[in-house]
């Protein structure tokens, strides 16, 4: 009964460490291997933890983590591959617990795990995808397993493929809806594509909701006319989550709860952030 009921437990990072600091029987059954399988597959109807974001600050491409403690990965857990050194390379999209990076400068792309370490040079660019196009490249990067017991989100050691576009956009879509936002401080618009009931072809753009970001944000009004510097910086589409910037700030709102937690330290500026999801590997410590 004990076996099926820690089966329960949210996959995240300190799950089965705490669980084991119980008492012995618990340390016996968490650290079973028969249970760590059990629990992985078991792991397949949660949604991968957003564990943090890479973001570049000052030419310094960095992971921040998001999650409290005792869920908090530090920083230096996580590897970034030596190309990021290099103000010429950009993240392109991170997915399946791999991060896609492209150096500009060298047209060439890389792939890498930030969990595990492992890391893979790929081809140099196809021509179609160089200058000018690839300063508009959408990439992704995109789990190739598909067995039965796969777990999404598990898939630090997997076969994986990427998939380049230029001057398009890659965008969420569910049931043939697609929804996008516009954020300017302190409002934000979220606009959801219906369809004409009478006219089934006909499709046009609503405007679903309309929030005031002062008070999700934790800031408060000011009495002056000052023009806020504000902008949408990132976006995960597994938890529904967007990355804002408001002034030296970045917050992280949930869309579904628009409940928002504050990113530590300050940004003069934030071209993009990219938000990383995964779940943890149980064997690795925090």
Request: a positive charge; one cysteine or more; hydrophobic letters at 40%.
């Amino acid at each position: 009964m004990l076996w099926k009921i820690l089966l329960l437990l949210p996959p995240k990072p300190s799950s089965r460490l705490r669980a084991s600091a119980v008492s012995t029987r618990w340390r016996g059954i968490a650290t079973d291997p028969n249970f760590k399988s059990q629990f992985l597959v078991h792991s397949r109807n949660w949604k991968p933890p957003l564990l943090g974001v890479f973001e570049r600050r000052r030419q310094k491409f960095c992971f921040t983590p998001v999650l409290h403690p005792p869920d908090r990965i530090p920083a230096e857990r996580i590897h970034i591959s030596g190309w990021m050194t290099s103000s010429d390379c950009d993240v392109t999209a991170c997915r399946h617990g791999r991060v896609l990076a492209i150096d500009r400068l060298l047209a060439r792309l890389v792939v890498f795990a930030p969990l595990t370490g492992e890391e893979r040079n790929l081809p140099v660019v196809p021509d179609e995808f160089r200058p000018p196009s690839y300063f508009h490249l959408n990439a992704s990067v995109l789990c190739a397993a598909n067995g039965q017991d796969h777990v999404h989100g598990f898939c630090h050691k997997s076969p994986f493929k990427v998939a380049l576009l230029s001057s398009h956009r890659i965008i969420k879509t569910e049931q043939g809806t697609v929804g996008w936002v516009r954020f300017s401080f302190p409002i934000l618009e979220i606009w959801l594509r219906k369809k004409n009931c009478q006219q089934q072809q006909v499709t046009t753009w609503l405007l679903h909701k309309t929030v005031d970001m002062h008070d999700i944000l934790g800031i408060p009004p000011r009495s002056s006319n000052k023009v806020w510097h504000s902008k949408l910086r990132g976006y995960d589409e597994a938890n529904n989550v967007i990355i804002l910037l408001v002034d030296d700030s970045a917050y992280m709102v949930d869309l579904n709860s628009m409940k928002s937690t504050k990113l530590d330290g300050r940004r003069s500026s934030m071209n993009r952030c990219h938000p990383f999801t995964s779940f943890y590997p149980p064997d690795m410590a925090i």
